[in-house]
C-alpha cells in the first residue's frame, strides 16, 4: 500500500511540476505581450504629441492670414470680426406647437356619478 502511495505522490509532483512549468511559461509570454503593448501605447502618445505640435504650427492665425491675403483673389475669404457673430437673445426658439387642445375631456368624479354605469 505504501508503495502505491509513494507512486501517486511521485505522479502528482510531476503533474504539479509539469503544471507550474506550463503556468510560468505562460505568465512571461503575457508580461512579454503587455510589455510590447504598453511600447505601443507609448509610441502612440508619441505621435499624437508630434501631430498635436504639427497641428498648432499650421494653424498659427498670422499664417493662416497669410494665406487668406495670398489667396484672396482664389477663395473670397475675408477676416473674421466680434460684430459677426450673433447674440444670444437672437436664438431663435422652435414654434409653438401647431394643434392646441381646444375640448377638452373632463375627467372629474362628479360626472362620472352622473351617468349610469350599464
Given at each position: 500500500?505504501?508503495a502505491?502511495?509513494h507512486?501517486?505522490?511521485?505522479?502528482?509532483?510531476i503533474a504539479?511540476?509539469?503544471w507550474a512549468?506550463?503556468?510560468?511559461?505562460?505568465?512571461?509570454?503575457?508580461?512579454?505581450?503587455?510589455?510590447k503593448?504598453?511600447?505601443?501605447?507609448?509610441?502612440?502618445?508619441?505621435r499624437?504629441?508630434?501631430?498635436?505640435?504639427?497641428?498648432?504650427?499650421?494653424?498659427?492665425?498670422?499664417?493662416l492670414?497669410?494665406?487668406?491675403?495670398?489667396?484672396?483673389?482664389?477663395?473670397?475669404l475675408l477676416?473674421?470680426?466680434?460684430?459677426?457673430?450673433?447674440?444670444?437673445?437672437?436664438?431663435?426658439?422652435p414654434?409653438a406647437?401647431?394643434?392646441p387642445?381646444?375640448?377638452?375631456?373632463?375627467?372629474?368624479?362628479?360626472a362620472?356619478?352622473d351617468?349610469?354605469?350599464?
Open positions: 500500500m505504501r502505491v502511495l507512486i501517486l505522490t511521485t505522479i502528482a509532483v504539479l511540476a509539469f512549468y506550463r503556468e510560468n511559461y505562460a505568465t512571461q509570454q503575457a508580461l512579454s505581450e503587455a510589455d503593448l504598453h511600447a505601443n501605447i507609448r509610441a502612440a502618445h508619441a499624437l504629441a508630434v501631430l498635436k505640435a504639427e497641428w498648432a504650427y499650421q494653424n498659427r492665425p498670422d499664417r492670414r497669410d494665406l487668406a491675403e495670398i489667396n484672396f483673389e482664389r477663395l473670397g477676416p473674421l470680426h466680434p460684430d459677426q457673430f450673433g447674440q444670444v437673445d437672437e436664438v431663435p426658439y414654434p406647437p401647431l394643434l387642445i381646444t375640448n377638452p375631456v373632463d375627467v372629474s368624479s362628479a362620472a356619478d351617468e349610469d354605469p350599464l
